[in-house]
């Protein structure tokens, strides 16, 4: 475990364990040597710390978005083994890196929805499988993670929960998965437990909530429905 890695823990424990009264669940199940792939949920900025804190046997080096690396935290995720990747635009040096790392034995860690959700339904990306196929062998452990949205929400206190657990349907299934599909059941279980949360304070969480239900009423409304009539029904006319 780097100094860094270890020092970011360090300082956020007290907020994590004790102020968001942290419950961890199946931390056994993550080896403490070998590749592993981990796969989670994303609805705060605050998961990857969360889990960081959850296993304090294990660094894990996690994909994170290539834009986080600016002036002083860009070091930091430098010194704690962050993994730079450029979303959206197949960034193959990216994945080169986190191949190698993973069959040297690390933990890799990835989040399948490339971003938080922010309170909206996101496919799964198929990087997650792309490791798993290129390491079959690695030991793939989902994380569920819940609570942590409302750490920003003082004072409010969270009730953060960390749950690691071996996928139902196994690791990378030869023959039957593929970098997509893997993707996406791992997704959907982690989901089952973690349910898609709001992120952010007040006005940022109102300004979520607006989007996540135009978004629901556009999905919901009949693709033929007629546009309204703006001066009313035949009947009121009549």
């Known amino acids: 475990m780097t100094p860094v890695y270890r020092a970011v823990r360090l300082l956020t424990t007290p907020i994590v364990r004790w102020w ?19 796969i989670g949920n994303h609805d705060s900025y605050w998961d990857p710390i969360a889990v960081a804190v959850a296993a304090p046997h294990r660094q894990i080096h996690a994909l994170a978005k290539s834009t986080l690396w600016k002036g002083p ?35 890799i860690g990835v989040f399948p929805e490339g971003t938080m959700s922010r309170g909206r339904t996101l496919r799964a990306r198929s990087g997650a499988g792309r490791l798993a196929e290129a390491v079959p062998d690695a030991t793939v452990v989902a994380i569920a993670i ?32 593929t970098p997509g599909s893997f993707s996406a059941r791992l ?5 089952a437990r973690a349910p898609i949360a709001i992120p952010g304070r007040r006005r940022t969480a109102a300004k979520y909530r607006a989007r ?11 693709a033929d429905a007629p546009a309204p009539d703006p001066a009313g029904s035949g009947a009121d006319r009549a």
């Open 187 to 191: 997704l959907a279980e982690t989901r």
């Open 73 to 107: 935290l860009g070091w930091i995720l430098d010194g704690m083994g962050q993994i730079p990747i450029q979303r959206g635009k197949g960034d193959a040096a990216a994945m080169a890196t986190a191949i190698e790392r993973l069959r040297e034995g690390t933990c």
């Open 212 to 222: 996540q239900a135009a978004e629901a009423g556009r999905s919901a409304a009949p």
């Open 20 to 38: 968001g009264r942290l419950e961890v669940v199946g931390a056994d199940l993550l080896p403490e040597s070998g590749p592993t792939l981990v």
């Open 146 to 177: 819940t609570g942590t949205v409302d750490i920003v929400r003082f004072p409010k206190r969270p009730r953060i929960r960390v749950e690691f657990f071996l996928p139902e349907g196994g690791g990378w299934r030869e023959g039957t998965d």
